[in-house]
């Protein structure tokens, strides 16, 4: 049995610049460390400077977050990455505090939320922001519908009002016709989309997800990949996403961090980070990826040069590598960049080709 | 489906009319027991201790008091020590036979004054050292106690540790066991059993299968009546000889078993009190009962009532 | 964290030239050697009579507690309340089913009324099959001829059930959710458990009166304990993602316990009902020793007069009712996942169908209750009769027939191995014992297992029974290496075989329900009054135990790996012992220990058959009041001697699962 097939949507364009608006969650200077006195080494200047082994020996503590900064703006998708062991689960744990950071700042609309009392993170956790998890977390004693209007139920909402709440995110994940099943009887994909479903309900200002689609297999996983875009486009959110799958993260993120070892390695869009990686470590990690779906001609064009003949089509810098590429291709003149009437630069069909075929471009 | 309810329904019907409509006898409410009570008696609280000895004189007693008194009998089965306790909380109004037990005599009665003496039973308590009848008559020297020490090795078992094994029973029993192997400088181990079921079933044993066994027993007790035990003769008992219980190298004395009621008990007026005060019979009368029950396998009631039917003369005695 | 300390330096690469076998070996070398010198010394031998300070100093706590009893406002407010709230309970549960009540010569609903109920309710908690085992278990006890002993029994059982989960299951939920409370809690569990029941009997009468509270409260005593274990563990095991997930949409505690720990642990909690229930019917023949009614005050009747056919028909009746009730829990616990599988058609009819089960079970009761055919159980019990005679029949056919070789197999082990063994503890002197125990506590079980070993080793030398602990830990040991032959041998065959599972199964559960006291007349006649009868007896009572958990362990290896070894060529023997056995590791450790809790649990039940030693000091002290205070030392000692080896086995499994 198939769910609705949710269309292919187009590749996402970078948005718009994200410094312009004010950020919906900042976080500043923030670290986890697991192990007796854990405070200890935010502290210190000489611990913080350990390696994970040398700080495990000397005080039996893991540093599951080192010094982490950043913020999400509204409306954005906002993808941490990274491999085991990064610290990513643990990060966005910290940001609801379902794990408690040992030192640092979480601001979530200007709120401090380390400083928030038990009453006021229910308050938060209800309304605020919601999760959606890998292993889904749903009860499985309860229908599909009542496992939706579980959050609503919690924050004391009415039966009635509740339920129709419910239904009507239910139709608005595609699982119409799916209320009164219990979990056990539908599949993985169609079990995430329930646990999407109760993070939608509540209607919360951004929402976590952790890793959501690793357990689903292959295909279902570009189905609700699809899905999360589509409901960005319709619902608009705030999303945090955590992954290790980095064609995940291209694919739904509108600016991705790279974590390692607890650290931040990069914090860019996915175009800087393939365009411009800042070290060996996120070179090698973007080494596979297709170059011309994710670069912008603003990474491959050169400067006009007098020969040029300056009549040929006008793209946008933004535009990505593959769209532009039968427009240069097809066109017997080089296509101008452009950007607010401004000439940036030229591409050509070396500048093409050389992404395309041999896999070249950028510093 | 509607058929298949109609059907149910139908079966259920004709099943309720048969319950109903046969043999209605209904249940009464015919009292319990012959409430031809003048109801001077009420309830009268008996602890039958675990011996069938005191099973048959709490059946007796318990059939006299129902049929000819009228009382309520609430029968408790506990161990001597339970059943004294619960002299002073009112929970238990009588104890039938009582086997010396100066010890509690002393704290119940002297001491905490919840329990008074009522009177011998009439029946003599016999304990000491016992062999089986087989070995009796096999060696018949067996039954002095100077010749113990020839025969030890072949009363050795694998719990005797090389020594010959003195078997005792149930650790509720007044015993000097221990002492008397010491101080009459016996080649013995005294064996704990741990409980007259286990005494009982090595003597049947020792008999069946010809085995030397010499153990504690006692009369009056309903297995004699199976297998007649002999007794062993130790150094006679004179007053005063186990007075100090470490030095004990004498027999046991002749326990005259008495009966023990509670203070509210013997106060209240109740005819169940003289019943018990009055009530005596010989060891004869009780091994028979004891062997009606034990043996035969008869119930209480019916062991009581045939004992009391042919010794009707004795029971008039008791109410007077 | 230590574990990882271990590895490093100097002290590391010691510890890994010596392996563990080697350390064992080395300890009990020196223990004999210094056996042979030492042999006799500062043994601190007891006589059965004696009696210490401290057994002089409990006796006189004993009496003043008593003395006091009718002034002691403790008494009088607090204790006498709950034991009239309890006595209520009891009465009013026998008045209905069991004992005839003012003015009827018989109980409110009869024999019909009873069995209807016992179906419909088994039906609607479980299913039909249950419900038909019910009824045909209930018919069997009138039958029997046993129907109100039966009822008493039942009328207890289940107001000790009743209030062992009021107790329990908040216990448990509290256990469960904090694991603070959880440290606190284990160490009273393990306690109320392993204590030997009649320790406390006689203290119990004293502040409950003999009756139905007290009974009720032994039972508790030994049957909350599971209650309160299993429903923390099934707290604890509500997955922690769902846990996370609720937290995270802002649940407060209240609602997280009532809306998702509580309702995910059903199951679990339905299995730890099902365990209280087994463990309150353990409890019906001890309680029968203070007057309590029902089927075990027949068997330990019966057992005055050697009457083995009476004590195993109500032992019968006994088993019969822990499986009907055993069955029917764990129906129930099954039920709820079941029925939503199967989809919405059942559960239409169901609701119909159980109101017009309810409405003929109310017939029934309304019948029983107004008719005498259908209130009192028709017939003489003949069946139970004729069980009794071919019990007589049997055990004495056993006993004229096997009585040389048992006596035989009886002799080889008490001299070839107890004997020895059991010279070897009572004659070193108690320092070198201790010193062994301890250091065999380090090597199988690390430093905490040692500390244990060496407080347990202080206070047992503290009770003053040095020497009789050590006498019954000569038996217990040899009951638990029996008990482990035997699980593994009938373990392995049941682990690997479906069918003989299927055929042995039930048979090792009757041996865990069946009364001890209903064998030991067969064994007396057997073995005599000796130690191996009581080793006898305890290995009937925890090999079952043990066959169990080995069959599991056995079971739960995996196919793969089985199949790997048959394709190499491996015979049957060299899988069972390469393959099988090592891996199921665990499982033969988990077996070893709870062999050895449940041999413990027979210590005193040895005593009534010529065990002697702790075991008959408990039991003296239940008959006699001057020996109460060592009594009760006696019990504390076996206490300490669970402890001491609980710790060791269980850290031990721990090492070996690493």
């Given amino acids: 049995m198939t769910t609705a097939q949710t269309e292919v949507p187009q590749w996402r364009r970078t948005s718009q610049n994200p410094e312009d608006r004010t950020p919906v969650i900042s976080v500043r200077r923030l670290w986890k460390v697991f192990g007796p006195k854990a405070e200890q080494v935010p502290q210190s200047e000489e611990l913080c400077g350990l390696s994970r082994r040398e700080l495990m020996d000397r005080t039996g503590c893991t540093a599951a977050v080192r010094d982490v900064d950043f913020e999400v703006s509204p409306g954005e998708v906002f993808v941490v990455m990274g491999l085991s062991g990064s610290g990513k689960s643990t990060l966005v744990r910290c940001l609801t505090r379902l794990i408690e950071p040992t030192s640092g700042e979480v601001v979530f609309e200007g709120e401090d939320i380390r400083g928030a009392d038990a009453r006021r993170l229910r308050e938060l956790r209800r309304r605020k922001f919601s999760m959606v998890f890998q292993h889904f977390g749903l009860l499985p004693h309860r229908k599909v519908v009542e496992n939706v209007a579980f959050g609503l139920e919690i924050r004391g909402m009415g039966r009635g009002e509740r339920m129709r709440r419910a239904r009507e995110v239910v139709e608005l994940v595609g699982l119409a016709g799916y209320e009164n099943s219990y979990p056990d009887q539908l599949s993985g994909g169609m079990q995430q989309r329930v646990g999407l479903a109760r993070a939608l309900a509540g209607d919360p200002e951004v929402l976590f997800f952790d890793e959501p689609f690793s357990a689903l297999d292959p295909l279902i996983r570009r189905d609700m990949q699809n899905e999360v875009i589509r409901l960005h486009h319709e619902v608009g959110k705030t999303m945090v996403f955590i992954t290790h799958d980095l064609t995940e993260a291209l694919k739904l993120g509108d600016r991705i961090l790279i974590m390692r070892d607890g650290k931040m390695v990069q914090c860019g869009t996915g175009d800087e980070l393939v365009g411009a990686p800042a070290d060996d470590y996120v070179r090698d990690f973007v080494q596979d990826v297709p170059r011309g779906d994710v670069l912008t001609l603003r990474w491959i064009m050169r400067p006009a040069q007098d020969d040029d003949a300056l009549d040929g089509p006008e793209l946008g810098p933004d535009v990505v590598v593959r769209e532009a590429t039968r427009a240069v291709l097809a066109a017997e003149k080089p296509a101008k960049v452009v950007e607010n009437g401004k000439l940036l630069g030229i591409v050509g069909d070396e500048e093409i080709l050389a992404v395309v075929a041999g896999q070249q471009g950028g510093a | 489906m509607a058929r298949h309810w109609r059907a149910g329904a139908a079966g259920l019907t004709v099943l309720g009319l048969a319950l109903t409509g046969c043999v209605g006898a209904k249940v009464g409410d015919t009292a319990a027991g012959a409430k031809n009570a003048d109801g001077s008696c009420g309830t009268f609280n008996l602890a039958v201790n675990p011996w069938v000895g005191y099973q048959a004189d709490a059946a007796v007693v318990a059939y006299v008091a129902q049929h000819d008194l009228g009382c309520k009998v609430t029968k408790k089965n506990l161990k001597e020590e339970i059943a004294w306790q619960g002299f002073g909380t009112g929970e238990v109004d009588a104890v039938l036979e009582n086997w010396g037990h100066d010890d509690l005599k002393k704290k119940y009665i002297t001491d905490q004054k919840t329990a008074v003496s009522a009177g011998q039973t009439g029946n003599k308590g016999v304990i000491g050292w016992w062999v089986p009848p087989w070995l009796a008559k096999a060696h018949p020297d067996i039954t002095d106690w100077r010749n113990l020490n020839k025969y030890a090795a072949n009363f050795r078992t694998s719990e005797s540790g090389g020594k010959g094994q003195l078997l005792d029973g149930d650790p509720s029993y007044v015993t000097n066991d221990a002492a008397l192997v010491t101080n009459l400088k016996l080649n013995y181990k005294v064996v704990y059993a741990g409980s007259e079921t286990a005494l009982i079933q090595a003597y049947r044993n020792a008999e069946k299968n010809k085995q030397w066994l010499i153990g504690y027993f006692y009369e009056p007790q309903w297995f004699m009546t199976e297998v007649p035990l002999v007794k062993v003769d130790l150094p006679a008992y004179t007053p005063g000889c186990d007075a100090d219980a470490a030095k004990i190298a004498c027999d046991y004395p002749v326990y005259g078993l008495d009966k023990i009621v509670s203070a509210r008990f013997a106060r209240s007026g109740s005819p169940a009190y003289q019943l018990v005060k009055n009530f005596h019979w010989t060891n004869e009368d009780q091994n028979l009962v004891a062997k009606y029950i034990a043996v035969d396998k008869m119930s209480d009631e019916a062991a009581a009532k045939k004992w009391v039917d042919a010794n009707r003369d004795k029971v008039e005695a008791w109410l007077k | 964290m230590a574990a990882v300390a271990d590895t490093s330096g100097p002290v590391a690469t010691w510890r890994q030239k010596v392996t563990r076998p080697m350390a064992v070996g080395a300890i009990l070398v020196a223990w004999l050697v210094l056996f042979a010198v030492l042999r006799g010394r500062q043994t601190l031998t007891l006589a059965a009579a004696d009696l210490t300070s401290l057994h002089r100093w409990l006796n006189d706590v004993n009496d003043t507690v008593g003395a006091g009893r009718d002034s002691n406002p403790l008494f009088l407010y607090f204790f006498n309340e709950i034991r009239l709230a309890i006595d209520h309970l009891v009465t009013f549960v026998q008045s209905l089913i069991s004992q005839p009540t003012a003015g009827r010569p018989v109980p409110q609903i009869g024999w019909l009324g009873v069995v209807g109920i016992a179906g419909y309710l088994s039906w609607a908690v479980g299913n039909w099959r249950v419900a038909l085992l019910a009824v045909a278990g209930f018919t069997f006890f009138g039958l029997q001829g046993l129907w109100q002993e039966s009822m008493d029994t039942l009328a207890l059982t289940l107001s000790a ?23 606190i809690m284990t160490p009273f569990l393990d306690f109320m458990q392993t204590m030997p029941t009649f320790v406390y009997l006689a203290p119990l009468t004293l502040v409950f009166l003999i009756g139905g509270a007290s009974a009720v409260i032994t039972t508790v005593i030994y049957a909350a304990p599971p209650a309160i274990r299993i429903t923390a563990h099934a707290i604890r095991s509500v997955p922690a993602t769902t846990v996370e997930a609720a937290d995270s949409l802002g649940t407060t505690r209240r609602q997280q316990l009532l809306k998702v720990l509580l309702p995910l642990s059903q199951r679990t909690v339905v299995m730890g009902v099902n365990q209280t229930i087994m463990a ?70 169901r609701r119909p169908l159980l109101a017009a089960g309810g409405i003929g079970t109310a017939f029934l009761v309304y019948v029983s209750h107004t008719y005498v055919y259908a209130a009192e159980f028709p017939g003489d019990g003949t069946a139970g009769t004729h069980i009794a005679s071919w019990a007589d029949t049997a055990t004495t056919w056993l006993q004229d027939h096997l009585s040389g070789l048992t006596n035989a197999v009886r002799d080889v082990i008490t001299y070839g191995l107890l004997n020895p063994f059991q010279t070897l503890l009572t004659d ?37 029974l040095w020497s009789d602990g050590m006498t019954t830990l000569a038996s217990t040991a040899v009951a638990t290496v029996l008990v482990m032959l035997l699980g593994a041998v009938f373990g392995v065959w049941m682990g690997r075989s479906a069918l003989v599972d299927r055929l042995v199964r039930p048979t090792l559960d009757a041996a865990q329900v069946m009364p001890p006291f209903v064998y030991l007349v067969p064994f007396l006649a057997l073995f005599g009054a000796t130690r191996f009868t009581a080793i006898v007896a305890a290995v009937v009572y925890a090999a079952p135990v043990a066959i169990k958990i080995i069959a599991d362990g056995v079971r739960n290896v995996p196919e793969s790996t089985v199949e790997a070894t048959t394709s190499v060529g491996c015979t049957t023997w060299q899988i069972i012992t390469k393959v099988q056995l090592p891996v199921a590791r665990g499982a033969l450790t988990l077996a070893t220990n709870q062999g050895l809790i449940y041999v413990l649990s027979m210590v005193v039940v040895g005593g009534l058959v010529g065990a002697g030693a702790l075991g008959y000091d408990v039991v003296a002290g239940f008959s006699q009041g001057q020996l109460y205070g060592k009594g009760l030392a006696a019990g504390l000692a076996i206490v300490l001697l669970g402890v001491m080896f609980d710790r060791i086995t269980q850290a031990a499994a721990r090492r070996t699962r690493a």
Avoid: E, H, Y
């Fill in chain 3, 161 to 183: 059930v009743l209030v062992a989960l009021l107790i329990g299951i908040p216990l448990g939920v509290w256990a469960g959710l904090s694991d603070r409370c959880n440290k």
């Fill in chain 3, 280 to 349: 309150a019917l353990a409890m019906v023949t001890i309680a029968a020793l203070i007057d309590a009614p029902g089927l075990g005050k027949t068997v330990v009747q019966a057992l005055q007069s050697l009457d083995v056919g009476t004590a195993f028909n109500a032992g019968l009746a006994i088993v019969v009712m822990a499986i009907v009730l055993d069955r029917v829990t764990t129906a129930a616990a099954g039920r709820a996942d079941t029925a939503r599988r199967t989809g919405g058609a059942l559960v239409r009819w």
């Fill in chain 3, 428 to 464: 070193s002197p108690w320092w070198l014992v201790g010193l062994t125990l301890v250091a065999l506590g380090a090597v199988l079980g690390g430093r905490r297992a040692a500390v244990t070993a060496a407080v347990c080793v202080g206070l047992l030398v503290g009770t003053g």
